[in-house]
């Protein structure tokens, strides 16, 4: 770009919101190592939910060239979550998948029946055609302020995000990996 064409005020917009999410973040993290948090769970369609994250997420990936797409199994059961938390865990997830998957990829969220062991839950499941993660650097990821290779890299984010969606996840008597 030259710099003729830059807004300023488009500028001034983005930084504000990039650090009103910083604050954001940082506080939610204190309320959930303070134990200060609260869910208020009900019963809510998984596939309405992760159909809301995506349409939220859509003209991001649009800008990027993406595609964004929400796979989910037939009649499935309703999920007892907290429709905000859940929002902010797959926004999550999905805004990770998009910022590190390159132009003409596609990021999916799945939304299945739990088998096995996991009978009777619900599976969210997001996949990206990104790098991936060493297998090596994916345990410390749920950590607060820990970033793999590419966040690094890239400057982007501050390690908090992952923490943040498994703790809420964790309070809504779920699991995250």
Request: net charge positive; hydrophobic share 40%; aromatic share 4%.
């Amino acid at each position: 770009l030259l710099l003729g064409e830059v807004n300023p005020k488009t500028v001034a917009l983005r930084n504000a919101e990039r650090l009103g999410g910083l604050i954001d973040d940082i506080l939610e993290t204190s309320k959930l190592q303070t134990g200060k948090v609260s869910v208020a769970a009900r019963p809510l369609s998984a596939g309405d939910e992760a159909r809301g994250a995506v349409t939220a997420l859509l003209p991001w990936a649009d800008r990027k060239g993406l595609r964004l797409a929400v796979v989910r199994e037939p009649d499935l059961p309703p999920v007892s979550a907290d429709p905000k938390r859940l929002t902010q865990v797959l926004t999550n997830l999905l805004s990770n998948a998009l910022k590190f998957t390159p132009l003409g990829g596609r990021v999916e969220v799945s939304v299945r029946r739990g088998r096995r062991e996991r009978a009777g839950s619900v599976l969210f499941c997001v996949r990206d055609s990104g790098p991936g993660i060493a297998a090596e650097e994916q345990a410390k990821l749920f950590r607060y302020f820990a970033q793999g290779d590419a966040g690094r890299s890239s400057g982007t984010g501050t390690g908090l995000g992952l923490a943040i969606a498994r703790a809420m996840v964790e309070l809504m008597g779920g699991a995250m990996w």
